[in-house]
């Protein structure tokens, strides 16, 4: 059975309590995954968002974190980014069928998630002007 390693035990605990219950039950149930990052600091995500802009590599946030704020700034976090294990950026299919378990696992436990991968929740991800496979986040009703 999988389980947390240390680093995103830690991770998982920067983040809202209902994504801490929702990733707590999908990985005792299902396939293995780490917590890639939970709470952001403003450093941080200034340093994300100037990936591709004005630092190599490429881009992964639309938000800035000083005129926009994300998710992952909240605290704590609203958002979490997660990735199947073993990760395999080139492999998204793995990504995909992780969310579409963790979003299963939520709707069980009655708590809204949004995903990164089709962000409308219309089961359409071509439809998507920004793609972030990892990303889920508490929808705000």
Not at 40 to 60: C, D, F, K, W
Not at 92 to 115: C, E, H, N, P
């Amino acid at each position: 059975m999988p389980s947390f390693g240390d680093t995103s035990k830690a991770r998982l605990l920067t983040c809202h309590h209902d994504l801490i219950v929702v990733m707590n039950s999908a990985i005792t149930h299902g396939p293995d995954f780490s917590v890639l990052c939970g709470h952001r600091s403003t450093g941080e995500q200034q340093r994300l968002y100037a990936q591709g802009r004005t630092t190599p590599g490429p881009i992964v946030t639309q938000i800035d974190g000083i005129n926009d704020l994300s998710n992952h700034n909240a605290n704590p976090s609203t958002a979490i980014d997660i990735a199947p294990y073993p990760i395999d950026w080139k492999n998204t299919s793995r990504f995909m069928i992780l969310a579409g378990y963790v979003l299963g696992v939520s709707q069980g436990l009655g708590i809204d998630l949004k995903w990164g991968g089709d962000w409308d929740g219309d089961f359409d991800n071509k439809d998507e002007r920004f793609s972030d496979l990892p990303h889920f986040e508490l929808r705000v009703k």
